[in-house]
């Protein structure tokens, strides 16, 4: 069985201040990863993907991620964080071969001025 | 616009009551999902359908049926509708392939009074 942890709930910081979101998982085969990000009162968007080959996986506004399997993480990023950037965010991985992804419980990110 | 989208925005109901919630998908991909998300913003796979074919199906009561006229259209009834019902419940689409990331809905509130 798979399933995805995100181990903070909620996680409050000052704009411009760095922030990691830290989500690990457990399976015992290839999983493909992804992160996505929740406005309020809207859809699920995706943030980043990791599928294969390089561990570091970056998005269009600032965020990465880092694959380790060692660890099983795949943590999120980002040096310098915006008011914009209040959301839910979530962690989600699918197995090799299955259609569904399965969810972590969400992030809470709370930028304060 | 591409896009998946759904209707009702919001629904509130009483208990006891049949209401169905329709999804529309123009992105061409073969395969949709409806995932329901509790107040506390879990996220929760309840079935996905394959070009038409019902291919996950959670552990749902069978008060919910969802039924895919074509690959399109993913609509979700649901009868006798329960308190505990009351739910965020996110439509999402996909294209073949397990490194294929999930389109979203902006979702439905359902609201059960």
């Known amino acids: 069985a798979q399933s995805v942890t995100q181990l903070d709930s909620q996680v409050p910081v000052f704009e411009e201040a760095p922030v990691e979101l830290r989500c690990n998982y457990s399976?015992?085969?290839?999983?493909?990863l992804f992160w996505y990000v929740q406005y309020p009162n809207q859809g699920l968007q995706l943030l980043l993907k990791y599928l294969s080959g390089s561990t570091l996986v970056e998005s269009i506004n600032g965020f990465e991620a880092e694959f380790n399997k060692s660890q099983t993480s795949f943590h999120l990023r980002k040096p310098s964080v915006h008011i914009s950037d209040t959301a839910e965010y979530f962690c989600a991985v699918r197995l090799e071969g299955r259609r569904a992804l399965t969810f972590g419980s969400g992030t809470r990110l709370q930028v304060q001025p | 616009d591409t896009a998946v989208s759904q209707t009702p925005k919001y629904l509130v109901t009483q208990m006891g009551n049949d209401k169905s919630i329709k999804c529309e998908q123009n992105?061409?991909?073969?395969?949709m999902y409806w995932y329901k998300q509790d107040s506390k913003k879990f996220l929760k796979i309840m079935f996905s359908y394959n070009n038409k074919e019902l291919i996950i199906n959670e552990t749902v009561p069978n008060r919910f049926s969802p039924k895919s006229p074509d690959k399109a259209h993913l609509n979700l009834h649901i009868n006798s509708l329960e308190l505990g019902d009351s739910a965020v419940y996110f439509c999402?689409?996909?294209?073949?392939?397990?490194?294929?990331?999930?389109?979203f809905g902006n979702g439905t509130r359902l609201t059960v009074t």
């Open positions: 999402a689409s996909s294209p073949p392939g397990a490194m294929a990331p999930l389109h």
């Open positions: 399976s015992s085969v290839s999983v493909y």
């Open positions: 992105l061409g991909h073969d395969t």
